[in-house]
């Protein structure tokens, strides 16, 4: 089975929510096409002042896609932009699975994704992120959520665990163990073992 990852990035997204996973699809080459996307391509910047090089999304019906949606600072203007929330709504609907980071929760609640489902997010803005839509069903104590085809995580770091939770769900353990080892990574394998929702400020 193969993927192709659509990495949706938008100015002002954290680093390591997107390459943190990108890391660990990028260790199955032949199962994970990495797709640098935007809504109009070319350089974006995160908050840390990475650029990178991205492209237009391409509508593919022969291919599986799985829709990446990361955190940041910039999600706080993102959540306004009608225009790029309907985006992320179109392609979601063209998409295998869907997973966020962080913030990057939010932005799928506001499009809508999320309603019904169980969804989680970065506990320092869980506040903010749960106002974007109240018809989540929203857990405060989680690393990272599966509900269906949609996995979203907590803050920044949770993004790898979430991915290695996604890869064992597709590949096997063995398979996700084997690649947090190879990065010399300790895998919080629980999903629910949650430390920083205690840093929640509600």
């Known amino acids: 089975m193969n993927y192709r990852v659509d990495i949706l990035l938008f100015d002002e997204f954290e680093t390591l929510d997107v390459f943190g996973p990108v890391e660990i699809f990028g260790r199955l080459p032949d199962i994970f096409k990495l797709n640098f996307i935007s809504v109009d391509g070319g350089i974006i910047e995160s908050s840390q002042k990475v650029r990178v090089d991205t492209d237009l999304y391409t509508r593919d019906n022969d291919t599986l896609k799985i829709l990446f949606v990361p955190g940041g600072s910039g999600t706080r203007e993102k959540v306004n932009d009608n225009d790029f ?19 990057g929760s939010a932005l799928l609640a506001k499009a809508g994704i999320l309603n019904g489902k ?4 970065n506990k320092r803005a869980f506040k903010w992120v749960t106002e974007q839509n109240e018809d989540v069903l929203w857990v405060k104590e989680a690393r990272w959520i599966k509900d269906g085809n949609i996995y979203t995580s907590s803050g920044v770091s949770a993004g790898i665990d979430m991915a290695l939770g996604l890869i064992e769900d597709l590949i096997g353990k063995e ?28």
């Not at 929330?85 to 913030?103: A, D, G, L, P, W």
């Not at 996700?176 to 629910?192: G, K, P, R, V």
Request: contains cysteine; hydrophobic residues 30%; glycine residues 0%.
């Open 175 to 202: 398979k996700a163990l084997e690649i947090s080892q190879s990065i010399e990574y300790s895998w919080n394998e629980n999903s629910s073992y949650d430390p920083f929702s205690k840093n929640m400020n509600d």
């Open 85 to 103: 929330i309907k985006f992320i709504e179109n392609m979601s609907k063209e998409s295998k699975y869907i997973i966020s980071v962080c913030t």
């Open 118 to 121: 169980r969804a989680t997010s």
